[in-house]
């Protein structure tokens, strides 16, 4: 049903050489206002933070003690921190890191969610042992949790990628494994449903296999839902990235993230709000622009809208 | 510290102030509620089954010492008359024993008298094999305690004691009931959960509520000695959140009377008490946050039974130059400045106070990066291309640099860093869970006993006033190992003959002005002499009151709240 | 459905005896002392023994054991005690905190009343909130009322609650004055005053985590929704002329409503977890600040004892979703 929706025929769309459906997707896309906003301003933020350094050459870590608590001015724009470094660069840094770990980590939590999710709802046979593990994952206390992690991982790692690669990953490993538990359910709930439906019996007594079953009817359908949570997981993976830096888990302490800049300057609210501000402002607004981003992803990939 | 001075001044100003027109007419009770904050939560009111200094606070309001360090380190008589010494007898020629005498009258909250036998009691409970008490150490050394008559107590020990003063003295070793406590020795200790929550004790307030980790409700002992007070009625004692939050509910919203240790930096806090609602107030004691150097090589290649361990020195720390070096290169005034403010001052001491046991040391005091080149050149390290200095043997000054987390140390290291990268060495910072780096896992890698980093900071201090155990943790072989489960206290890994041999002639000395000569000097092998331990600043304690509440003395050689008692409303 | 959820419950007798053991042995890996609170100043021989008081010096399967009989035999006798006034569990060992010496049930009952207040109000509040928010959303997609809820849900996901909460504070407590920034745990709700003092200090760590719950669900209700209005049946219930309010209400809303039915039964769990920053910047002192300040004390038993307890309540609402799915959509079946 889903994928048969046929478009208006005509002789000039058959003898055109097929086209890649990746553009119809990306036609669809750029309709969607909001989500054209949304590519721009997060694109803007990702390229601000990788070539950002490259004009603004102050290192992110120098201290300029006579320059500390400024606020904002030509030698500052945002103003500097409490050890008078300037936190443009530090936003900026802090920014490659915060997004490369947001969306990394939220990249793995989805994946591993989708896959446990769509193989517990589609396969009866693994459902229980699966959702079993899924309580099993959400029950485990998340903070002992991370630090058995540190203690077991963070050295082979660090010597076998090299400090700040082996961070990455431990970290990115961190939130993925202990993220992925409600997407799963989500998907599941979902799947479960799905395969009752009348296109989905259809196809099954065609023959379809299982795998093109899940590639081609059950995944395109439980993609809204799959959005959302990416959206709310890249929030959650940016915060919990700075927690994990207080636990000892995360990068060295000077090293600038936005969570963990946003933490840093809760004390200073009343005397420094711009301090708050800033990485509060970066946060929100890449979480908005990827929020929009999936919003026209998933009417780009839902072939109903994108026929019309 | 003249802010200090005339903060104490009107303190006692103000403590005298309404004496004057009120005497004579004061009652118990009269001022009402008072409101008390503390960030860490008390989680038993039973010192001896304490996890935590909160747990001491707040039980000192209830059950009191025999005797107790007052503001500047003195020792007052509070339960006895007066404070046992060689010269009144009170402590045996060869210091082998201390006899005290009780205050005659004194009671229970219960109404029941105050005797000998519940101070033996409390030895008892203490010392009993399976008890796991936390204050042993207070007991250090006591062969045995005997009530000699029902207001006489004397204390035995099994070897001479120059300061006899652990057992029964300061709010770590206060005098329980022992009625209340019979049942619960050894290992029924935990079973007693209604009189560790509620002891009964013979201090100004009495529990009326316990939850643990979250508030105590007081009421004022109807029994206590002093007819005139406490002059609350009740008391709410709120534990939980953070400092900056405690330091929030005192000076700007004025829930709460009395905050308790307030490490925030030094801007935060005075933003706070801008808002007018109540002062900060500080004073120091023996606290010292310091850099410790590990003598011993960390690298992770080495096997793991023999890492950190005295088997393999460390390739460039166990060179005198290099340590002096990276402790030239530190501007502690600065440091005070961003950190501390006025709970801190540079120092050069591992013992900055009492003053007799203070060295003169201030030599460390001007930062002295030139120097500190200089120093490194002549210990054979010359610049890389990168800056960072190597040696004939292609020994790279590269360190690992650790602490808990902490906002004010993150701020240290990322100074402290700066300005070893500007002498030509290479640091890396790292951070950990305070429960864990002070936690003695043996399975973790990150505690600082383990020690497996180059430089690790943390801050430590003696209790009482006198200094001897704390000198001789660094002791020849009581260093943390894998054969001790890594317990140990030497963290550094310190070992010198001399150093031992001037720790056994401590240990033999009674006289004051001598003990204080020794000490100065083991301080001085530690510190100007070795760089082992690289003192940064002398910590004080920083804590606030609103201005609606008067008699607040603050003491960091006991209970902050040791003179509870006497805390008044002021309209 | 009714031989499923027996199974279901038979099963989830060895998932819970598996997960207490995945449990107690992860606590027992991780890092942590304790003693780790205890000042320096207390010598390593004296912290040794402390620890052996605490039984820690015994093997880890006996510790587990002990464990696992006061848990499940223990204080379920002592519960029926307190209830009827019976005597059975008379000297048998409860299951005692490492911090508090006293039995860890206690505190969890002393605990109950403000985390059921605050955090479970919240929820309440906050699926209140949530539900309708997504279905006008998803119904007037792209119009000022659903461009405007993004904003905001998206707001109240992305910024932390240490944040908002502290924000909150500055403004409302320190500037306004308008409410206490300390909740008062013993405050007894008993006349008028009384209870508008309690409103008063529930309402910025209600504010805070029903902005953070409803913000979260209220985007899978739109998503949800947006997805089964596109559907075919839609189309036809609409053609059948049934009114339009019909149409959205009860038949579009009862298909959307399994991912959000998912959403909210993970969620309930959490509710008796605590909202464990929320109540450490209130100061509400609930069970969320009672597992974490347990986790810094290394306070095993009670960690290991609220662990599970949460996976109990875990397990059981998952099933209460499973069961859920089959009445929403009857097709689905699970024998």
């Known amino acids: 049903m889903t994928e048969a929706t046929a478009k208006p025929f005509s002789v000039e769309a058959a003898l055109k050489p097929p086209r890649n459906q990746w553009w119809d997707v990306w036609d669809q896309f750029k309709t969607h206002k909001g989500a054209l906003v949304g590519m721009i301003v997060f694109l803007a933020i990702v390229f601000g933070t990788l070539l950002g350094p490259f004009i603004w050459t102050i290192d992110p870590t120098f201290i300029d003690i006579r320059a500390r608590n400024q606020g904002m001015s030509w030698a500052h724009p945002f103003g500097t921190d409490q050890l008078g470094r300037d936190m443009l660069a530090r936003m900026m840094s802090g920014g490659q890191v915060s997004i490369a770990v947001g969306l990394t980590a939220m990249i793995l939590s989805v994946l591993l969610g989708t896959l446990i999710g769509v193989l517990a709802g589609y396969f009866r046979r693994l459902d229980g042992p699966l959702m079993r593990l899924t309580d099993l994952f959400l029950s485990l206390p998340l903070l002992p949790l991370l630090l058995v992690m540190v203690m077991l991982f963070r050295e082979p790692l660090s010597r076998a990628y090299g400090p700040e690669m082996g961070t990455f990953i431990l970290i990115v490993c961190a939130i993925g494994v202990t993220s992925w538990m409600q997407t799963a359910r989500i998907v599941r709930g979902d799947v479960l449903a799905l395969k009752e439906r009348e296109f989905v019996l259809a196809a099954k007594s065609i023959g379809t296999p299982s795998r093109r079953m899940i590639t081609r009817h059950i995944l395109p359908n439980v993609m809204s839902p799959i959005m959302v949570s990416a959206t709310l997981g890249i929030a959650n993976a940016i915060i919990t990235e700075s927690a994990l830096s207080f636990l000892g888990l995360g990068f060295p302490p000077d090293f600038p993230t936005w969570g963990r800049l946003l933490f840093d300057a809760v004390d200073y609210i009343r005397d420094y709000p711009s301090r708050v501000i800033w990485p509060g402002l970066a946060i929100s607004l890449v979480v908005l622009s990827v929020n929009y981003i999936g919003d026209g992803l998933r009417d780009a990939l839902d072939p109903r809208i994108r026929g019309r | ?352 106070n009492p003053p007799n046991f203070a060295s003169d040391n201030t030599d460390c005091l001007t930062q002295d990066i030139e120097g500190a080149k200089a120093l490194l050149e002549e210990a054979g390290f010359t610049p890389g291309p990168d800056g960072v200095r190597v040696n004939a043997d292609g020994v790279r000054l590269s360190v690992v640099y650790q602490t808990s987390t902490n906002a004010v140390r993150q701020d240290f290291q990322a100074l402290i860093k700066q300005w070893w990268e500007e002498i030509g060495v290479e640091t890396e910072l790292k951070n950990i869970d305070a429960s864990v780096f002070f936690g003695g896992d043996p399975g973790s890698p990150d505690t600082f006993q383990k020690f497996y980093s180059d430089v690790e900071m943390y801050a430590n201090n003696f209790s009482g006033t006198d200094p001897q155990p704390y000198v001789a943790m660094y002791r020849c072989g009581n260093e943390p190992k894998p054969s001790t489960q890594w317990q140990g206290e030497n963290i550094n890994r310190y070992c010198d003959p001399e150093y031992d041999a001037l720790l056994d002639e401590l240990a033999q000395t009674a006289d004051f002005e001598e003990r204080g000569r020794i000490v100065r000097q083991l301080n001085d092998m530690l510190t100007k002499d070795s760089h082992t331990i690289v003192p940064l600043v002398d910590r004080g304690r920083v804590s606030a009151h609103s201005n609606t509440l008067g008699g607040v003395i603050l003491n960091t050689w006991d209970s902050e709240l040791w003179n509870v008692a006497d805390w008044y409303r002021v309209n | 459905m009714f031989i499923f959820t027996l199974r279901r419950l038979l099963t989830a007798i060895p998932t819970l005896l598996l997960i207490s053991l995945v449990i107690f042995l992860l606590l027992e890996l991780a890092p942590g002392d304790p003693m780790a609170n205890q000042p320096l100043t207390i010598p390593p021989d004296v912290r040794e023994k402390m620890r052996e008081a605490l039984g820690l010096g015994e093997p880890v399967h006996v510790r587990y054991w002990k464990w696992l009989v006061q848990f499940v035999w223990v204080e379920p006798l002592y519960l029926f005690d307190s209830a009827f006034g019976t005597s059975f569990a008379e000297g048998e060992q409860r299951i005692v905190s490492w911090q508090f010496r006293s039995p860890v049930f206690d505190t969890i009952w002393q605990r109950m009343p403000q985390t059921l207040w605050v955090v479970g109000m919240a929820y309440v509040v906050g699926v209140l909130i949530a539900l309708p928010i997504g279905i006008i959303s998803a119904y007037r997609q792209y119009s000022w009322f659903d461009q405007v809820g993004t904003f905001i849900s998206m707001i109240g996901f992305s910024v932390p609650t240490f944040f908002t909460g502290v924000l909150l504070i500055v403004i409302f407590s320190v500037e306004l004055g308008w409410f206490p920034s300390i909740y008062d745990t013993t405050l007894v709700v008993n006349s008028w005053d009384t209870f508008v003092q309690q409103v008063r200090q529930m309402a910025m760590p209600v504010f805070v985590l029903a902005l953070f719950n409803a913000a979260q669900i209220s985007r899978f209700m739109r998503a949800s929704m947006l997805d089964n209005l596109n559907q075919d049946y839609v189309r036809t219930a609409r053609a059948k002329g049934m009114r339009e309010r019909t149409v959205v209400l009860v038949h579009v809303l009862r298909n959307s409503l399994i991912p959000v039915v998912t959403v909210i039964a993970l969620g309930v769990p959490q509710v008796f977890g605590g909202a464990i920053i929320t109540e450490q910047v209130f100061k509400v002192n609930g069970l969320g600040q009672l597992l974490i300040t347990a986790i810094y004390a290394n306070d095993l038993p009670m960690v290991q004892t609220l662990s599970v307890i949460f996976a109990v309540l875990i397990v059981l609402f998952n099933l209460i979703a499973d069961i859920l799915y089959g009445l929403l959509d009857p097709r689905i079946r699970y024998d």
């Open chain 2, 1 to 352: 510290m003249t802010f200090k001075t005339a903060l104490m001044g009107t303190a006692v100003a103000m403590a005298f102030a309404p004496m004057a027109f009120a005497a004579g007419h004061e009652e118990r009770g009269r001022d009402g509620h008072v409101n008390i904050i503390y960030w860490q939560a008390p989680s038993i009111l039973n010192p001896y089954l304490s996890s935590g200094t909160k747990d001491l606070e707040s039980s000192s309001m209830i059950i009191e010492p025999l005797a107790r360090y007052d503001e500047n380190g003195e020792l007052v008589a509070w339960l006895v008359d007066e404070i046992p010494t060689v010269e009144n007898g009170g402590v045996a020629e060869d210091l082998m024993s201390i006899t005290w005498r009780l205050t005659p009258g004194l009671t229970w909250s219960d109404g029941t008298p105050l005797t000998s036998e519940d101070v033996v009691f409390t030895a008892e409970y203490c010392m009993h094999p399976e008890g796991g008490c936390a204050q042993l150490a207070k007991f250090d050394g006591v062969e045995s305690v005997e009530a000699l008559d029902s207001l006489t107590v004397r204390v035995n020990f099994n070897k001479p004691m120059p300061v006899p003063y652990g057992p029964f003295v300061s709010a770590e070793a206060p005098i329980i009931q022992k009625a209340q406590f019979a049942d619960c020795l050894g290992a029924n200790a935990p079973q007693c959960t209604d009189a560790n929550f509620r002891p009964i004790g013979t201090g100004p307030f009495v529990v009326t509520d316990f939850r643990p980790n979250d508030v105590i409700s007081m009421e004022a002992n109807a029994n206590f000695r002093d007819p005139a007070k406490p002059a609350f009625a009740t008391v709410t004692f709120k534990g939980g959140g953070d400092a900056a939050a405690a330091a929030r509910s005192v000076l700007e919203t004025g829930e709460f009377d009395y905050a308790w240790n307030l490490q925030l930096a030094p801007d935060v806090l005075q933003g706070m008490v801008e808002a007018g609602q109540g002062q900060a107030i500080s004073a120091f004691g023996t606290l010292v946050e310091r850099i410790e150097m590990n003598l011993t090589n960390p690298s992770p290649d080495l096997p793991d039974g023999e890492r950190a361990t005295i088997a393999h020195p460390h390739p460039f720390l166990s060179d005198q130059r290099v340590r002096q070096a990276l402790s030239m290169a530190i501007d502690r005034e600065l440091l005070v400045e961003i950190g501390y403010g006025q709970a801190g001052r540079p120092t050069c001491n591992l013992v900055p």
